[in-house]
């Protein structure tokens, strides 16, 4: 492997590589000396194009954990706005030498461009490109999932996938990467997957995907202990990727998309095909109130923060898969 650009391009052995070696990486998170010094020397540049909080930060903390020098690159305030192109600002970057170009970008397939392309022999990593791909994201939502379940059955996640499991991903799903790179993961992984969104929030051609659509969340939560998810996973609505009116109102999309107190008191009591609580799962930022109520929010079945803390295992893992060792160059 020597980008990653996309969950779709993830064999089954590769995928379980990654969430395996992020297991061991999670360890060294724990100790007091969190870092290695695999990445040495290496430098790791964050290239956003893109406002983030959390994808950003993560990337900074794997990079530093592993002993990589990282140089943080925000379009915003710099020469972008002068006019300056892709290309010379990957080749400023690379001069001032790069190993690895981690990128952020508002246009679809822009990291597959790069990486492409001749501007530059760095490893690229998406971190979200457009309404295309998140694929480190949906690595950390797998990890946090395939956790959960083998924690609360006494068994080492290692090696194991998500087979049987079956998983909601509720909300914007048209223009999100997050939901695109956790389907082609999760049915890699063996999952089954269900989407609810109003049909206005679906992309054309959804019928063709290897998930279930449901346009009620109701509906797709089911009724009776045994019935509905074993996760949740709430979406964001992207506002700002919206020209215009999706929905009526935002009181009616949580009315009828949200996850609400109510559906929360009937999520608590449901048992999934795997016989426990189900997770809610949140890429983040949440907006609370309207596609996740603060009551669920902040529910202990919430996994909002360990998702956070998996992300820096996840990057952690990938750099180290792409950047160290044999696996550079060889794909
Ligand atoms: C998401 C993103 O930017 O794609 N956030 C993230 O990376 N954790 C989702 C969102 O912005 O809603």
């Not at 010379?88 to 990128?103: C, F, H, R």
């Not at 009591?269 to 609580?277: C, D, I, S, V």
Request: aromatic share 4%; net charge neutral.
């Amino acid at each position: 492997m020597r980008h990653l650009l996309s969950t779709a391009d993830l064999s089954h052995t590769q995928a379980l590589s990654i969430l395996d070696t992020a297991e061991e990486m999670a360890a060294v998170s724990t100790r007091e000396v969190k870092k290695l010094p695999t990445l040495r020397g290496r430098t790791v540049v964050n290239l956003f194009f893109e406002d983030s909080t959390r994808t950003r930060i993560s990337f900074e903390a794997a990079a530093k954990r592993l002993s990589a020098d990282v140089m943080n690159f925000s379009a915003k305030g710099s020469s972008v706005s002068k006019g300056e192109s892709l290309k010379d600002t990957v080749q400023t970057l690379e001069a001032i030498g790069a190993d690895a170009i981690v990128m952020r970008h508002w246009a679809s397939g822009a990291a597959a461009q790069l990486a492409a392309s001749d501007w530059t022999d760095c490893a690229v990593i998406n971190a979200g490109d457009g309404t295309h791909e998140h694929p480190t994201q949906a690595l950390l939502d797998a990890l946090t999932l395939r956790r959960g379940f083998s924690a609360a059955q006494g068994q080492d996640p290692r090696g194991t996938d998500l087979t049987g499991m079956r998983v909601l991903i509720v909300g914007d799903i048209l223009h999100s990467r997050v939901a695109r790179s956790n389907i082609w993961l999760l049915r890699t992984l063996g999952a089954d997957v269900g989407l609810v969104a109003p049909a206005t929030l679906l992309p054309v051609g959804v019928e063709k995907w290897p998930v279930s659509v449901f346009y009620s969340l109701d509906e797709a939560l089911g009724s009776g202990p045994d019935a509905g998810p074993d996760a949740i996973m709430m979406l964001r609505v992207q506002a700002e990727r919206m020209g215009g009116a999706y929905f009526p109102t935002a009181a009616e999309y949580t009315r009828r998309w949200g996850l609400t107190d109510e559906r929360l008191a009937r999520l608590q009591a449901h048992r999934g095909a795997l016989g426990q609580t189900p997770m809610i799962l949140h890429p983040g930022p949440m907006n609370r109130g309207v596609e996740i109520s603060a009551a669920a929010a902040d529910s202990p079945m919430n996994q909002v923060l360990d998702q956070v803390s998996h992300g820096v295992s996840v990057r952690m893992a990938v750099l180290h898969l792409l950047l160290s060792g044999s696996e550079r160059n060889t794909a």
